[in-house]
């Protein structure tokens, strides 16, 4: 029985320095093929370079030789990563960050996520618990303070998400927090995602790397509280922040949440549609979240330790009396909705509860069914029944695809290795960014967007590039893409790689006159180092240059850096404006490259590991 095997507890840390306030000073790393854990220490000056989240989750990585391994191996490694603020009284802070090789980019991926899981797993004692190898069986495996340990899981295979952690917290108890994975984590599906109170650490495939490792879940609990630096002064700027926090810079969220951006984006012709081919949606009055409150009804919720109170659940029909709402962001509206041509809130609904019951990433999910409806428009693909606009298509769809049944066994692989599958010249509008498919900003719309995306290290990604404000702002023109536009996008990147690091909510961003600055600060109270905003810019940098290097590592090459020919040969259907060059972008790329100290095509010079204090090989 799996339930009789405990997992070997060695303690490697008999260091007689504490670690830093803030910090437990080690992470837990389990190797799931043999049963046997280890506490490895983390010196101070790693954790003050990388900070936590998706920094640290990088240097573990790295450390552990992960860049060049088949990501659905057992030599695969993923980290669930903690932070310095984790558990403190500062706002948006409780969050994890899941970092592995993506089975869907074979590129580093960080998943961040918001839940109690935060909390609970920084208070087994460590800073981040690192998996390797694979067990023998399904398994859960329970983290409990200084006792690991696996139990039977093959009751819970096939189950969704949210059954099984019913039935984990009425086996295990409550006072044990769980990730899981859905039926399409144990299928690998490759944007598998990993689910916890409802919220998933959703793009790039972190459940399929679960999955493979024969985990359906992980259940953390403890008692280890770490130490303050100044208790007083952190209570204090908690409260300051958390009053900014309840202003006019985040008023959108608190009322109808980023679903409210599906009108505007329309308005502006920003919003994706029939799989990036137009920029505005006819039927996108029908998805209105005004509309859609009410029609069905609506409720907001929150995250642990957060004063925004973003999440915002609408209820689907008549099953509002008998089931929990939907929740609703801009990603599942605009994925499954205008850019598979859906204009019927109750399938884009259906479709999105669909999606996380299964663990499916509704991005991705979205992209790739849109890329299969324009193949069979096109002739490519024989499947005439996924047609655009069609709602039950779309269900049926996904369905197929958490279970990797018929059709759905090649739409689980991602646009990017569909189209190398039916060839006929559909990489050219394939949407994705080294494999990840592209989120809801039309980038030929949104110029520095599109910077953003080609150079982002885990491909087309908006929360690691925040260029849609520089867009948005008189700062540049949106339309077209110049030397000016470089230093912005960087700026943003340098932001949002520091709150990933945090961890902070993106929607705080705003709160803050200087972030950096008021990033600093935090860290001072916590940690009690004198951190300045031109270090924390530094340490963004290097983060930055550590996904390069792990990227490099797994194979990159400098044409990675770019977009589908769609969005550089073809201006959008209905605006001829929004018309990018290749010549245009690669020139960006060029100045981004530079500025960042590496080479023109993006390579980092030799010995910069040692620079960054990486391990110089895997």
Not at 413 to 431: I, M, Q, W
Not at 533 to 538: F, H, K, R, V
């Amino acid at each position: 029985m799996l339930s009789s095997i405990r997992a070997e507890y060695l303690r490697t840390v008999p260091n007689n320095t504490q670690p830093p306030p803030g910090y437990h000073g080690c992470y837990l790393r389990i190797d799931l093929s043999t049963g046997i854990s280890q506490r490895v220490e983390l010196a101070p000056s790693i954790l003050r370079n990388y900070l936590g989240g998706s920094g640290l989750g990088t240097y573990l990585l790295l450390r552990e030789g992960s860049a060049t391994v088949d990501p659905l191996s057992a030599a695969a490694s993923m980290a669930f990563v903690f932070s310095p603020l984790v558990g403190s009284p500062l706002t948006t802070s409780a969050k994890f960050a899941v970092v592995s090789k993506s089975p869907l980019t074979n590129r580093i991926n960080d998943s961040l996520a918001s839940s109690g899981f935060a909390i609970a797993g920084k208070q087994t004692g460590c800073d981040a618990i690192v998996l390797v190898g694979s067990a023998a069986r399904p398994a859960v495996l329970l983290v409990d303070e200084l006792d690991v340990r696996f139990e039977p899981a093959e009751d819970l295979w096939g189950l969704d998400c949210a059954t099984a952690q019913q039935r984990l917290s009425r086996q295990y108890g409550s006072d044990f927090r769980y990730a899981v994975i859905g039926p399409a984590g144990e299928r690998q599906v490759r944007y598998a995602t990993i689910s916890h109170d409802g919220r998933h650490a959703g793009r790039g495939g972190s459940g399929a790397v679960l999955g493979a490792k024969n985990i359906k879940a992980i259940g953390v609990r403890g008692t280890q509280r770490c130490r303050w630096s100044d208790p007083a002064a952190l209570t204090k700027l908690a409260k300051e922040i958390s009053s900014r926090s309840l202003g006019p810079a985040t008023a959108k969220y608190r009322e109808l949440g980023t679903a409210s951006n599906l009108l505007l984006f329309n308005r502006l012709g920003a919003l994706p549609s029939r799989n990036f081919q137009q920029g505005q949606f006819a039927g996108v009055a029908a998805l209105d979240p005004v509309v859609l409150a009410e029609k069905g009804g609506h409720a907001r919720s929150t995250c642990v330790a957060c004063t925004i109170g973003c999440e915002h659940l609408y209820s689907l029909g008549a099953s509002s009396d008998t089931e929990p709402g939907v929740r609703v962001e801009y990603e599942n509206l605009f994925a499954l909705g205008p850019l598979c041509g859906i204009n019927d809130s109750e399938v884009v609904l259906q479709a999105s509860r669909r999606c996380d019951e299964l663990g499916v990433d509704t991005i991705s999910a979205g992209g790739t069914i849109s890329f299969a409806m324009e193949c069979v428009e096109r002739g490519l693909l024989d499947l005439p029944w996924l047609t655009f606009g069609d709602g039950a298509a779309l269900l049926r769809a996904i369905d197929l695809i958490g279970r990797r049944d018929g059709a759905g066994d090649w739409l689980a692989e991602g646009s990017r290795r569909l189209a190398d599958r039916l060839g006929g010249g559909s990489a050219h509008f394939a949407p994705h960014v080294k494999g990840l498919e592209m989120p809801g900003y039309e980038p030929r719309a949104m110029q520095t967007m599109a910077l953003g995306f080609a150079v982002g290290s885990r491909g087309a990604d908006h929360n690691r590039s925040g260029a849609y404000e520089v867009d948005f702002s008189e700062r540049v023109n949106r339309y077209a893409l110049t030397p000016q536009s470089v230093p912005f996008a960087i700026e943003t990147e340098n932001a949002a790689t520091v709150m990933d690091s945090l961890i902070l909510c993106k929607f705080l961003r705003r709160v803050f006159t200087d972030f950096f600055q008021s990033a600093a600060e935090m860290l001072e109270v916590t940690t009690g180092w004198n951190v300045s905003a031109e270090e924390l810019i530094d340490t963004a940098n290097r983060i930055v240059s550590a996904k390069k290097l792990f990227n490099i590592r797994a194979g990159w090459t400098p044409e990675e850096d770019s977009l589908p020919n769609r969005f550089l040969q073809e201006p959008q259907q209905d605006n001829a404006e929004a018309c990018l060059s290749a010549e245009q972008l690669q020139n960006a790329v060029r100045l981004y490259n530079e500025l960042r100290g590496w080479s023109a095509d993006g390579w980092i010079a030799p010995g910069s590991a040692d620079k960054l204090g990486l391990p110089s090989n895997d």
